[in-house]
């Protein structure tokens, strides 16, 4: 073969390998358009999906300060009245020792007003006891820095080391709660 035709049959080949090329180029082209395209459409489902997380959480936060401000305002509300009920049963307390104070001094009997004055101190037992007061026992306890303050020691052969020999001031709890300690006489030998 001569060279020309050499020359020739290699172009051929080259434009066909070209045509080929460009065949693919463009195929490769279109599957990388359609390819972006697929991703640019996901992209825009995320960020769609994204701005509703958003949305839902911006609500689901102004929902909980709106609560929260509510709760505040509703604990608020229990702190200015949550001595109501106690207040209004002592307040029948109060009346009954008005109305004992008021009697004696009209029909001069003080031994009505001494049991007037009795059973009012128990009927205020009775609410302080409902509400879950309660009082410290110190008779023969060993002293209990918990419950008791000793404000005096004394040595005794009456009693042992470290027990109560007297109580100047009742000591109470509230549900289990120490809110005011006995003040007691304490033996130390």
């Not at 207040?87 to 007037?116: C, H, M, P, W, Y």
């Not at 007297?166 to 033996?187: D, H, N, T, W």
Request: proline share 1%; hydrophobic share 30%.
């Amino acid at each position: 073969m001569s060279e020309d035709k050499l020359k020739d049959i290699e172009e051929m080949e080259q434009e066909v390998n070209c045509e080929e090329t460009q065949e693919n180029c463009e195929k490769e082209n279109n599957q990388e358009l359609n390819e972006l395209e697929t991703i640019q459409e996901e992209i825009g489902k995320l960020k769609a999906e994204v701005e509703d997380w958003k949305q839902s959480y911006m609500r689901k936060q102004a929902d909980f300060q709106n609560f929260t401000k509510r709760k505040e305002k509703e604990m608020d509300e229990l702190r200015k009245f949550a001595s109501e009920k106690i207040i209004t049963k002592l307040l029948d307390g109060i009346d009954n020792l008005t109305r004992a104070a008021e009697t004696s001094k009209q029909t001069k009997d003080f031994d009505g007003l001494v049991k007037g004055v009795e059973l009012t101190l128990n009927q205020f037992r009775e609410i302080f006891k409902a509400e879950g007061l309660e009082s410290i026992d110190t008779e023969g306890k060993e002293f209990n820095p918990e419950e008791h303050m000793a404000v005096m020691v004394e040595a005794s052969e009456d009693f042992e080391d470290n027990y109560i020999i007297a109580e100047f001031q009742k000591g109470y709890k509230l549900k289990g709660k120490v809110i005011r300690p006995s003040m007691v006489k304490v033996c130390k030998k």
